[in-house]
T-cell receptor, first 115, second 116 residues
């Protein structure tokens, strides 16, 4: 079974600073996908960024980038130039195709951007 | 192109009543997933359905919970004889079909169930 661990329940950072959220996972599979989702107070789940395990290059989406360390099973999210709108819960998630297609989520990190 | 629709957005039930949660997938999506989010927790997978078929229900509680995705109409998550522990946000996601590759799951806004 796959597990996803987020060890930082809460974090806060000043506006315009950079923050890194941690995620580790456990799997015996070699081909899988990893994701970061944002859940603002509206509770809508928003996909921030995704990484295919077979790609060595770290994914980047504007101010959001990941540090994917496959051997260490680590997948951290870096938010640069943080903005007030980044305040939200952030969930790391894992997907592998076993014939079912469920996403496995971590417990989340509550990020607060301080003005 | 409308996104995943869920209704109602908020549902209040008394203990022992039934709760019916509806999910209309995005156009062209034939795969539906239900997830539950308990307060202060992450989303937990419940069930994965394709049209008229339950593919994986490994996350569904053994009793009181059922799900369907008929040929016509929305997917329904049904909770019979609700208890306070069923209070949670229930999210539906949908995706296009595809074997062995990842098709993005798009999430609905969720239904918040409160059991009094």
């Amino acid at each position: 079974a796959q597990t996803v661990t987020q060890s930082q329940p809460e974090m806060s950072v000043q506006e315009a600073e950079t923050v890194t959220l941690s995620c580790t996972y456990d799997t015996s599979e070699s081909n899988y996908y990893l994701f970061w989702y944002k859940q603002p107070p509206s509770r809508q789940m928003i996909l921030v960024i995704r990484q295919e395990a077979y790609k060595q290059q770290n994914a980047t989406e504007n101010r959001f980038s990941v540090n994917f360390q496959k051997a260490a099973k680590s997948f951290s999210l870096k938010i640069s130039d943080s903005q007030l709108g980044d305040t939200a819960m952030y969930f790391c998630a894992f997907w592998v195709n076993f014939g079912n297609e469920k996403l496995t989520f971590g417990t989340g990190t509550r990020l607060t951007i301080i003005p | 192109n409308a996104g995943v629709m869920q209704n109602p957005r908020h549902l209040v039930r008394r203990r022992g009543q039934e709760a019916r949660l509806r999910c209309s997938p995005m156009k062209g999506h034939s795969h539906v997933y239900w997830y539950r989010q308990l307060p202060e927790e992450g989303l937990k997978f419940m069930v994965y359905l394709q049209k008229e078929n339950i593919i994986d229900e490994s996350g569904m509680p053994k009793e009181r919970f059922s799900a369907e995705f008929p040929k016509e109409g929305p997917s329904i998550l049904r909770i019979q004889q609700v208890v306070r522990g069923d209070s949670a946000a229930y999210f539906c996601a949908s995706s296009k079909p595809g074997q062995g590759i990842y098709n993005e799951q798009f999430f609905g806004p969720g239904t918040r169930l409160t059991v009094l």
